[in-house]
């Protein structure tokens, strides 16, 4: 935040406006209770501000604080202290949850009811000077407790948005490693696949021809699925969609090689059926998660 000094030079508030500002406050100290009290009516009115003046002690606690800032703004001196009160203001504003909205809306009301009040014990020859000088005093006031505001909300969020970018960061390396893990897991399991295959060629030479032959379609089946899986996988690490139709084939895949495995042994007709069912249920979803996955990237082209 900008110094103190620095804000009055840039509102370019001379020695001369402060005199302006000491010699009204015999004209607004007789009539700063109405003011403030006229301005606790408003707050009253607004739903976001009246459930913060629960209680006569609540109330009467806030009339003197707001009698005794709007005598200082006439009063001074407008130094550091002043200043850290100000700042004191905001910070207060925002502990309680007050939004910097009705920190205008009131300063606005303040300003109207201000030089409406006073406008009638003035010369007509100085309303003018006096009115301008009135509304920097407001606005360097409204300036710091503002800016005070818009610090601490700046705060929070770079506070905030840190932490959720590392949280972020953390999370895509994590989950970028367990991709590279479950890619490296389905390498080993395809390399496993292709030595069940080759030990099943092997099995057709040795003994059964027929169920080394059985068994080695079953592996070609499995190994197709990673192959498939491989290539998901690697598509999605590139940018590419989730393909939950291989998950469903899985399943498929598992059905089929059951019922090549079963052909070769004296299963119940109960049991091929259920496994007949299974084939069909799976193909079916299959089909159809197919079909909503090829429509969805048709129209997203």
Known sequence: MRTFQEIKD?????????????DLLPVIEPVADQIVEDYQQ??????DTAKLLQGETARARLLNFHRRWLLAVFKGPYDDRYFQSLKRIGHAHMRIGLSAHFVYVGMNFLRNSIKQIIAPQLEPHVL??????????LDL???????????????????????????????????????LILIIGLIGVSLGVVGMFVYDIIHVFRTSPETGIVGALGSLLILWLMIELLEAQVDRLRGGSFKLNLFVGVGLVAFIRKILVTSLTHETMMVKAFYLGGIL???VIFWLVSKVEADTKTLSR
């Open 42 to 47: 408003i707050l009253l009115e607004l739903p």
């Open 281 to 283: 249920v799976l193909g």
């Open 141 to 179: 006031n409204l300036d710091v407790i503002a800016r005070t505001y818009h610090e601490e909300e700046l705060r929070r969020f770079f506070l905030s948005y840190k932490l959720d970018d590392t949280l972020i960061r953390f999370a895509h390396r994590f989950t970028f490693g367990l991709d």
């Open 10 to 22: 840039n509102y370019h508030f001379t020695k001369d406006e402060f005199d302006l500002l000491t």
């Open 128 to 137: 003018e000077m006096t009115f301008r000088v009135i509304d920097k005093a």
